[in-house]
């Protein structure tokens, strides 16, 4: 698709695995970029839209949406969440041409049009 010119659009990808793996799992960004350049060539995305919402409403969010089910990162604790959003926003500071920060908490809609104006320079 992309050979093609066409876009991809990905729920996580390379940024999502340095702030989990990497900030808050404690993996090196350097082995984790190293490892994306031989199985990805290195290919980064053309803008990371990062959702912020505080760590006790997104958790609220989680359980309403997910019936209460739980997967291994929901189970994690709040500062393990806190790292990945610090990592997040840390790689954000580094890289403004490519990261968005997007707050959540606003209704569906208004978060969906925060998130199509994100993308206004590249449309």
């Known amino acids: ?20 793996q990497g900030g808050a799992g404690g993996l090196s960004d350097v082995d984790i970029m190293t490892l994306h350049r031989i199985g990805s060539e290195g290919l980064l995305s053309d803008r ?6 505080d760590t006790i409403e997104a958790s609220s969010r989680a359980e309403s949406r997910d019936g209460g ?11 393990y969440h806190q790292r990945v959003a610090d990592s997040f926003e840390d790689m954000a500071l580094k890289e403004p041409g490519r990261f968005r920060l997007i707050s959540a908490s606003g209704n569906p809609n208004d978060v969906t049009a925060q998130l199509i104006a994100a993308l206004d320079d590249l449309l």
């Open 69 to 79: 089910k739980t997967d291994r990162f929901a189970l994690q604790n709040s500062e």
């Open 48 to 53: 990371t839209l990062v959702l912020k919402l």
């Open 1 to 20: 698709a992309l050979e093609r010119g066409d876009w991809v659009i990905c729920d996580r990808f390379i940024d999502s695995t340095r702030a989990y």
